[in-house]
């Protein structure tokens, strides 16, 4: 029995970190082990976890299995994104032009900024009172 071929990429944002396994098949997304609609509770997650099939018109057409730790829903579902559209582009390299242009293949930068020392947050400072 020949074994097909999976296709594998990693995606992150924030602080989350998604490794997405993407072979084809009838178009089922596995979360941790979950189905995409038991892990995700918000409807926008699921949304933008589908945006990269639908750029390329490949709805339904791969089996995903994704394995994604910390952070929250919204920036584990950025990174799973990154990650299925990672996955696309290996699949295909022709689908890397329309990714590329919506954003899809960008890595998207942003991080908490750290508390400092003397100051109540990363930048808020501790109310001032004169007397």
């Known amino acids: 029995m020949a074994t097909e071929k999976v296709f594998y990429a990693t995606g992150r944002?924030?602080?989350?970190?998604?490794?997405?396994?993407?072979?084809?098949?009838?178009?089922?997304?596995?979360?941790?082990?979950l189905k995409a609609d038991e892990y995700l509770k918000r409807m926008q997650s699921k949304m933008v976890i589908l945006q990269p099939f639908e750029t390329v018109s490949q709805m339904?057409?791969?089996?995903?299995?994704?394995?994604?730790?910390?952070?929250?829903?919204?920036?584990?579902?950025?990174?799973?994104?990154?990650?299925i559209a990672r996955a696309l582009t290996a699949f295909d390299p022709t689908?890397?032009?329309p990714l590329k242009k919506i954003g899809y293949l960008t890595r998207d930068p942003r991080e908490v900024e750290r508390?400092?020392?003397?100051?109540?947050?990363?930048?808020?400072?501790?109310?001032?009172s004169k007397r």
Do not use: C, H, W
């Open 13 to 33: 944002r924030k602080t989350s970190t998604a490794r997405v396994f993407m072979k084809p098949g009838k178009g089922t997304l596995i979360i941790n082990g």
């Open 60 to 83: 339904g057409k791969f089996d995903i299995d994704v394995t994604v730790v910390g952070g929250g829903e919204n920036g584990q579902a950025g990174a799973i994104r990154l990650g």
């Open 95 to 97: 689908f890397r032009p």
């Open 115 to 128: 508390k400092k020392y003397g100051k109540a947050g990363a930048r808020r400072r501790y109310q001032y």
